[in-house]
């Protein structure tokens, strides 16, 4: 949730960054005589291949925004002591990430090819790192600008922090992100076929409707996939993309600023994390176990985003640190929630169960 009512450096009063819900998980067909029998861990792993080039370019763009967020609101707040927690970062910004994290992947596997792993991880990548970094920002910088007049060469302590984000991306980000494998299709013992996203199952005989259920017989919800915490990291992270993008084209096009970047606040990566949590939860039951449609499951989804936002932004309003206002708009409640985004809300629930479909095939390899 971004703020409306930042300082005045061209910070457009915001109409509702999105939040969108997630819901994760993937229709699976089902055989009339029995669903398939779950894989243990180690042989669904072995069917895994590594993540296409496309989703790791989307997690990179994501965790690019998520760190820019993280240090701007951390140089905002150390300033001014504002507890929004106010983070910007833009569209230029994340695709310059995915560039740049995609350059040092290839960096990263040549590991094996350096004289030492030691040599390699506190010099030959850092320095990789530290100077892709710095010509990416430089030429973020030029091309925003008038001219060479504004460039600015990094600090000292700039360059202390790209060494420590360089050692943090080689081994903690890196380390784990490349071990998530993908299953292109959802592996199964019985030889019962796949079916399609959304095409309907086999029925029962006599006409009576067999109810949907997933891989695994709790609750019909899948066995597999990332653990908890990484769902809601994901999802958190996931919230910093949906409002750096919204406020940026909101400020762009809609207040017509020329912003060069858009905003949020920390506080929206527990907003998104928990509630797109949350529906997760919902869309496994209502999808795997009750067999409900897109168009059933969305007024719900809707729901609880409204109740969400509304009894966060009432927590955060308590002490100073909600980062939204909607009371110039229309059909709000409290100047906390809007009908206004209604529309923008079912359309984010209906792209949400999309990527969730997707996300719920992601599984982690434990690192040993």
């Not at 903690?172 to 959802?186: A, H, M, S, T």
């Not at 409002?243 to 929206?268: C, K, Y």
Request: hydrophobic residues 45%; glycine residues 10%.
């Amino acid at each position: 949730m971004a703020g409306s009512d930042a300082d005045g450096k061209g910070l457009a009063r915001r109409g509702g960054a999105s939040r969108r819900p997630a819901a994760s998980s993937v229709r699976v067909g089902e055989a009339a005589t029995g669903r398939p029998e779950p894989l243990s861990t180690a042989e669904a792993v072995a069917e895994g291949a590594e993540l296409p080039a496309w989703m790791r370019l989307y997690f990179y763009g994501m965790h690019g925004i998520t760190l820019d967020v993280l240090l701007s609101s951390s140089r905002r707040f150390a300033r001014s002591r504002d507890l929004r927690m106010l983070g910007f970062s833009s569209p230029y910004r994340c695709l310059l990430h995915l560039l740049t994290h995609f350059a040092l992947e290839k960096v990263y596997l040549q590991q094996r090819r350096g004289p030492s792993a030691f040599v390699f991880n506190f010099l030959l990548y850092p320095l990789a790192h530290v100077g892709l970094q710095t010509l990416a920002d430089q030429a973020l910088l030029l091309s925003l600008s008038d001219g060479l007049d504004d460039a600015v060469a990094p600090g000292a302590l700039d360059l202390a922090l790209q060494y420590m984000l360089a050692l943090y991306q080689s081994q903690v980000f890196l380390k784990r992100f490349l071990r998530l494998r993908y299953r292109r299709q959802l592996p199964q013992r019985l030889g019962a076929p796949l079916a399609p996203p959304g095409t309907r199952t086999a029925a029962a005989v006599g006409g009576r409707r067999r109810r949907l259920r997933g891989p695994r017989g709790t609750e019909g919800a899948p066995n597999k996939g990332l653990p908890d915490l990484l769902r809601f990291l994901f999802y958190g992270m996931h919230g910093f993309l949906d409002e750096i993008f919204f406020t940026f084209f909101f400020n762009l096009l809609g207040q017509g600023n020329g912003a060069a970047s858009g905003h949020t606040s920390l506080w929206s990566f527990f907003i998104y994390g928990s509630c797109s949590f949350v529906v997760e939860k919902l869309y496994f039951h209502l999808y795997y176990s009750r067999g409900w449609s897109t168009w059933k499951r969305v007024p719900i989804y809707v729901i609880i985003i409204y109740l969400w936002e509304l009894s966060w932004g009432l927590g955060l309003r308590t002490c100073g640190a909600c980062s939204w206002d909607y009371s110039h708009y229309p059909l709000n409640f409290m100047g906390l929630i809007t009908l206004m985004y209604l529309p923008g809300w079912v359309f984010l629930s209906v792209y949400q169960d999309l990527l969730s479909n997707v996300l719920w095939r992601v599984q982690c390899i434990p690192i040993v």
